[in-house]
């Protein structure tokens, strides 16, 4: 079983912010989760944590407008973009939403890589794939979390997997797919893994050492 080589545990919320202005000082490494509004975002992201409360899920997809900051302390950050493509909110909501993630993605310099959380059942619809662009054309690492993959049997899970793998090869770009279970936890360690190598400099597909 892989040791995560840094304690999500102790991760601890530091603020919320309507944009990057808001944000803290933008220094140190920050990775970014990044999905639709129903993709399991929150729950992921407690579950990595292992707290049940840390990013507040909702019944009511979407709830979340502002960009969350969460610390691990030594100057690094997990960040909770708000969810897109579902939330039945005003235009000019969905539009300053997008503002504030493009803004964010160009120029966060602190922005080391970006998680992008997709229902396996339902991967790689058209605002997936454009976010997964816009981050490769800011020349930032992407790992495709296909989540709820509990949902699928694994014959079936694994089809997916290799389909979206096939597929992200279009991107052009350093993008990495697994599959997660925020129910059983799979693809925790795999996830914590990805995270420790971005935290400390290091790339997702460098070879692992023996």
């Known amino acids: 079983m892989y040791k995560a080589k840094f304690n999500y545990q102790q991760t601890r919320f530091l603020t919320s912010a309507p944009d990057i202005r808001a944000l803290p000082a933008d220094t140190g490494i920050e990775i970014a989760f990044a999905g639709r509004s129903n993709a399991g975002k929150s729950s992921a992201l407690n579950t990595l944590t292992r707290q049940n409360n840390l990013a507040r899920t909702s019944k009511t997809p979407g709830r979340t407008q502002l960009i969350n900051t969460f610390s691990l302390g030594e100057d690094k950050r997990l960040i909770d973009l708000p969810g897109y493509g579902f939330a039945k909110v005003p235009l000019e909501v969905k539009e300053k939403w997008q503002k504030s993630l493009g803004e964010y993605l160009q120029k966060r310099d602190s922005l080391k890589g970006i998680v992008v959380l997709m229902d396996i059942r339902h991967p790689l619809k058209d605002l997936d794939q454009d976010l997964v662009f816009w981050a490769v054309q800011s020349q930032l690492p992407v790992l495709i979390l296909l989540t709820k993959a509990d949902k699928l049997g694994p014959g079936a899970r694994k089809k997916t997997l290799l389909e ?29 893994m990805a995270l420790d190598r971005w935290f400390s400099g290091e790339s997702i597909q460098d070879p692992i050492p023996e």
């Open 164 to 192: 979206v793998q096939e597929a992200s090869l279009a991107f052009m770009g350093d993008v990495t797919v697994q599959t997660f279970s925020s129910l059983n936890r799979l693809g925790l360690p795999e996830l914590e």
